[in-house]
């Protein structure tokens, strides 16, 4: 079954605690990207990859990093989280007619 | 810049009744567009999309949208809703040419079902 996988799904952690949320597709998808979104606001992005080794910002990178060494997967870390990154998070990976596919969400607190 | 609008944060209406969902977009150029919808909890899932062609676009779930070039719009329509259909919508544009990594989301409509 083609689908995008986020873990963890819900994480509760404090100011300055290093996390990271995995994400993997198993598409073989070159584009993969993540998004937060935060009520009002919809969804925005924060990062995206266009093929290993080859990662851009998007509208809202401050306080996050990412890494693609492989095709499949695509991190994002958090080296010193912040409450106002307490946010829904999603990964996803591009399909050949440009269309999202998107994880199930990864839902952040920061204390 | 390309930017979304979506004018209604919520929408209800009575189950059985048609729907509409307005959409507006900012963007110079053909825009590719997406509606997706999110159930609670869950995360996003495609209901249709416009690239090219005819401009009423059918997708799943029996939802259609219309693109409407003179208008900048992209609304999304049922006519007859379904209480299952209760979730936030979201309309989306991509820039032409640029696979994915620059979808720009309008803010959401959250629809409620009344029985």
């Known amino acids: 079954e083609a689908q995008v996988t986020q873990n963890p799904r819900y994480l509760i952690t404090v100011t300055g605690k290093k996390l990271t949320v995995t994400c993997s597709q198993n598409?073989?998808?070159?584009?993969m990207s993540w998004y937060r979104q935060d009520p009002g606001l919809g969804l925005r992005q924060i990062y995206y990859?266009?093929?290993?080794?080859?990662?851009d910002k998007g509208d809202v990178p401050e306080g996050y990093k990412v890494s693609r060494k492989e095709k499949r997967n695509f991190p994002l870390i958090l080296e010193s989280p912040s409450p106002n990154q307490t946010s829904l998070y999603f990964c996803?990976?591009?399909?050949?007619?440009?269309?999202?596919?998107f994880g199930e969400g990864s839902r952040l607190t920061v204390l | 810049a390309q930017s979304v609008t979506q004018p209604d944060i919520h929408i209800t209406v009575s189950e059985g009744a048609s729907l509409e969902l307005r959409c507006n977009y900012s963007?110079?150029?053909?825009?590719?567009l997406f509606w997706y919808v999110q159930s609670p909890g869950q995360g996003l899932q495609l209901l249709l999309k416009y690239f090219s062609g005819d401009t009423l676009v059918q997708g799943i779930k029996g939802f259609e949208a219309e693109f409407k070039r003179s208008q900048s719009s992209f609304n999304l329509r049922k006519p007859s809703v379904h209480w299952s259909d209760a979730a936030e919508y979201f309309c989306?544009?991509?820039?032409?040419?640029?696979?994915?990594?620059?979808?720009?989301f309008g803010g959401g409509t959250r629809l409620m079902v009344k029985p």
């Open positions: 963007y110079g150029a053909t825009p590719y």
């Open positions: 989306a544009v991509l820039t032409e040419g640029n696979a994915g990594n620059m979808l720009t």
């Open positions: 598409m073989n998808h070159e584009y």
């Open positions: 996803a990976s591009t399909g050949s007619a440009g269309e999202l596919f």
């Open positions: 990859s266009m093929n290993v080794e080859v990662t």
